[in-house]
């Protein structure tokens, strides 16, 4: 598969990084001098953060050319992303140029964050009807899920299979609107916030506190209206909204005017955030923020919950379409390190090695059958006993695997020999024995006969 | 330490569990029927959440007290909290009463979410000056660490240090306005929120994925303006704000007006809001909320940022509080188990007990001074062998210490045994191998003298 994509920039070199790391081939085109550049320091951050979001590795990293013509990157595309800057005109001259070169299938992806189908098409397409659709991420593209779709109702369901496969949270907004939705909201608070520092009631820094301390936290895992079910408590959302409604005529929020920007306001703003964050560069920010979000995304993967739900989505479809080898040892994981795993050593914790290792049992349990349904009937292999021998350090984005030898596997006792590689160098083993438990009772017991039955041609014989 | 909590509900709870399990005594005075009941359920709800936030035990709980009078609950109290429903005649009432029977020196803060402290102080507080303060903290209270402070500026001060005391993050807010900071932000979100429900643009859950798969993630870690000071790129804050500037006067918000709340828009609401999330309870969304507020946090501490500085700093505290027994074997940690190291199993995950055994070796290096400076100078310890026995389980919740045995620790070699206990029975042991190394060459050599000088008197003789 290919992606065009059409205007570098933050946007675009986003949308080139989360193609061109789930394995596509990405054609480039933007007429800047240094697009290129930009383009490829975007890529070399999403490479140091996006592998480390799942507990499987990623597909081969696709090809990325950058072309000097717009119909060269256009010509053989499956999915073209024009992120060109937010002025309609432009946008009309890119798209129909775009639509006069693609393929009749491919699809065409504007990055607007304001503008409608509707004002988009209004180009011409040539002989075909022009058939852009809202594809609206968010930076940084290559980490944050959502991508609002709004357009035709077929080429959007072929989109959201797409955004899907490739990591993405396709949200289809049904009515097209200016701005569609998240910037409605985003809009919002960014007029109250120029209020307020225009009136000096708070710093930059300060309202970024009030947030990330405060509702920031609760947002970035239910959103809005779930937030507030709970508050209104067992009494429910209807009473939520009848007691606090009122509160909206109140004289709380400067919303009814625009503050207008003037030399002054802007310079101020650009001053607060100069004392706030100027003592580190734009891409010093730009990894603190990347790394903050995959270990908040991986905090809500391993509680299955929200953008982690997505996550654990991905791994499976990443893990389903690796073939299965009857070979032994046994490969069980297959990973990169990410970066929330390292410690003040500036090497992966040895604690993570465990984890590795725990996860490998957890390949063979999938394995034997020894799964989430047979834990429901009330049976588990618990761990006893590992004897851990580390030989190598592992850095974030280290690729490593496992492979894994089953030494014993009759009765109650499993017995694993663990060998962690990164290539061809053995990074740490690990000896793990496991007893067969019923979680009623919590005390050992004989396995299952299916799971018997699966487990005893794994184990090599005479190794023990 | 005593606090008062006048107005139960579940801001006065969460208030209540945050002084309580911080280890202050607190009286509550509410004449609902229900108020003791739902406190103790907020409470319950801190109990298996806020602990396991930090590396270290807190110190043990206080007391809670449920009282017939408002002055029984204020007489003797350090902090006062009034916490009622926001209607100013009847805060003017409580407050009132409040000041009437505190002692002199008592801070009297208002978990008002809009009135102003020049409002709530138009109250008869008899021969004294009102002096109550806004203290507006946010739903979950035992979690969320943000709290809008105005008021009179050394009565301010002396509340931000208190409330630091007990994990919190105190926003001074300098001007008073309606609303003070958050909620004025918020309450913008609301009412587009609401213009979109309205309108059939989006329901609920649209907008919360809206929120919570896009920039609800950048929000609980940077805010607004550092966010776009990154997005700015190289061109900086001012370039930001001038380029997307103009977008605030298109036509892109409802802003202008306030919706109607109609009968018919509440029911929606409510309707939609059951469609997305009627399937779970209350009380399960509540443990769902925290158990995600708590992994994210501790995402945040393992980076160092945010919320999460806020985590290692108050960390900091308690271990400075701890005395350092000369006793051997040496108390190496001493901690709760939180909900993000569980498994699928219901337990602690084996390699949890490796994150444990690592920081008890942790206690070790700060103890004989590999500590930062140390490693800053390019020296330090690696683990290069362990051997872990699994005795019993361990759950969310638990308190467990681990007692350490320096078996050797003479030259290159460093070997601890860790017993790990929940009260008297060990959960699990650890024998650990460390090889002291150059961060330099990445291999073995001599530890410095002052290192070894440490560390000689901890070995215990005749026990490898």
């Known amino acids: 598969m290919k992606a065009a994509v059409v205007g570098g920039g933050v946007i675009g070199g986003g949308w080139a990084a989360r193609f061109l790391l789930n394995g596509w081939d990405v054609s480039v085109f933007d007429p800047g001098p240094d697009a290129e550049r930009k383009i490829n320091e975007v890529v070399a951050n999403a490479r140091r953060s996006l592998p ?8 081969a990293e696709g090809k990325l050319t950058f072309v000097n013509e717009l119909p060269a990157a256009v010509r053989d595309a499956d999915w073209i992303q ?3 800057p937010e002025r309609l005109d432009l946008k009309h001259r890119v798209l129909g140029e775009i639509q006069t070169h693609a393929p009749d299938d491919a699809l065409i992806g504007s990055s607007t964050s304001g503008f409608k189908p509707s004002e988009l098409n209004q180009v011409n397409a040539g002989p075909r009807r022009a058939r852009a659709f809202v594809a609206h991420p968010f930076n940084p593209v290559y980490l944050l ?3 609002e779709l709004v357009g035709q109702t077929t080429t959007v369901a072929r989109a959201s299979g797409i955004l899907t496969s490739i990591g993405m949270k396709p949200l289809v907004v049904r009515k097209e609107i200016d701005a ?4 409605r909201l985003l809009e919002a608070v960014w007029r109250e916030a120029l209020w307020l520092i225009k009136d000096d009631i708070a710093t930059t820094e300060e309202i970024d506190n009030a947030i990330r301390f405060g509702f920031g936290l609760r947002w970035a895992q239910m959103g809005l209206f779930e937030t507030y079910r709970i ?3 067992e009494a429910g959302m209807a009473h939520f909204i009848e007691q606090f409604g009122p509160c909206l005529t109140w004289p709380w929020t400067k919303l009814m005017d625009v503050p207008e920007l003037t030399d002054e306001l802007v310079q101020k703003i650009a001053n607060q955030s100069d004392h706030q ?8 920010l730009e990894r603190i923020r990347d790394d903050n979000l995959v270990a908040m995304m991986r905090a809500l993967k391993w509680r299955e919950w929200g953008a982690g739900v997505l996550l654990n989505e991905h791994d499976a479809r990443l893990r389903s379409e690796r073939v299965t080898s009857e070979k032994k040892p046994i490969r069980t994981v297959d990973r990169v390190i990410p970066v929330d795993w390292t410690d003040y050593n500036g090497h992966m914790n040895e604690s993570r090695y465990g984890q590795v290792f725990s996860d490998a049992a957890d390949s063979i349990m999938a394995m034997i059958g020894a799964d989430e349904a047979y834990i429901a009937s009330g049976l ?3 761990t006893v006993d590992t004897h851990t021998r580390f030989l190598n350090e ?8 496992v492979d894994t030898t089953v030494l014993e596997g009759a009765g109650k006792k499993l017995k694993l020999f663990h060998d962690m590689k990164r290539g061809d160098d053995t990074v740490a083993t690990c000896e793990q024995l496991l007893i067969h438990v019923s979680l009623e009772t919590r005390r050992s017991c004989e396995p299952g006969p299916t799971v018997s039955a699966k487990l005893a041609p794994l184990v090599v014989e005479g190794t023990s």
């Open 52 to 59: 480390g979001l799942y507990e499987t590795a990623l597909p």
């Open 82 to 84: 024009e992120s060109v």
């Open 145 to 147: 899920p959502l991508v």
């Open 180 to 183: 569609h939705i998240a910037d």
């Open 231 to 233: 508050a209104g408590g």
């Open 277 to 284: 964050s100027g003592h580190r560069s734009i891409r010093e």
């Open 380 to 382: 588990s292999y618990f």
């Open 394 to 401: 592992c850095h974030a984005g280290d690729t490593v695997h």
